[in-house]
């Protein structure tokens, strides 16, 4: 998408990414019913120490319109990445700013950064029943089902994984 960069969210973006972040697990319903979720989510300075937090600007205005947090396999965010593998969590678009491919350029972006270090694949989750616009666009990025890493980190919350083989790339 023209106008849009991605970059390495810093301290002062860490405020705009903790609200656009909870803003968009909540205008999806992913928040209902959730037990402290929207304070992980909100908690960027974390998520930044533990991994790459990565953020969508615009390039005419810079407003803030989308982040995620890139990890590897052993740190803190880290829930189903294997050795050699990358993943990456909390992809957020700001509910305004859907439909103009920030999530594209953010799954990019991690897809790009785990080619960089040599990984063989991305793994990620998705809560089973929502963001159907997410998945339609994993689908389209080459994810593809995984069911050995389905797993429920609460009660009434399925999580299903998706993988993005790197090993042709």
């Known amino acids: 998408m023209t106008g849009l960069s991605v970059r390495?969210?810093?301290?002062?973006?860490?405020?705009?990414?903790a609200r656009l972040t909870v803003a968009a697990y909540e205008a999806d319903g992913?928040?209902?019913?959730?037990?402290?979720?929207?304070?992980?989510?909100?908690?960027v300075a974390s998520r930044a120490q533990d991994g790459e937090v990565l953020v969508a600007?615009?390039?005419?205005?810079?407003?803030?319109?989308?982040s995620v947090t890139f990890v590897l396999p052993g740190t803190r965010y880290a829930e189903l990445?294997?050795?050699?593998?990358?993943?990456?969590?909390?992809?957020?678009?700001?509910?305004?700013a859907q439909g103009r491919g920030v999530g594209a350029a953010l799954?990019?972006?991690?897809?790009?950064?785990?080619?960089?270090?040599?990984?063989?694949?991305?793994?990620?989750?998705?809560?089973?029943g929502f963001a159907a616009s997410a998945q339609r666009l994993y689908r389209r990025r080459g994810f593809?089902?995984?069911p050995e890493l389905d797993w429920?980190?609460?009660?009434?919350?399925?999580?299903?994984?998706?993988?993005?083989?790197?090993?042709?790339?």
């Open 30 to 43: 992913q928040l209902k019913g959730e037990h402290g979720y929207a304070a992980v989510l909100a908690d």
């Open 57 to 66: 600007v615009d390039d005419a205005t810079g407003e803030l319109l989308g």
């Open 107 to 128: 799954v990019e972006a991690c897809v790009s950064r785990a080619a960089g270090l040599g990984c063989s694949a991305v793994v990620i989750c998705v809560r089973s």
């Open 81 to 96: 990445s294997r050795s050699g593998e990358a993943e990456f969590r909390m992809l957020a678009v700001d509910p305004a």
């Open 144 to 146: 593809v089902r995984a």
């Open 152 to 169: 429920a980190p609460l009660d009434g919350v399925e999580l299903l994984g998706l993988r993005l083989d790197l090993s042709g790339s």
């Open 8 to 17: 390495p969210a810093g301290p002062d973006d860490f405020a705009a990414v």
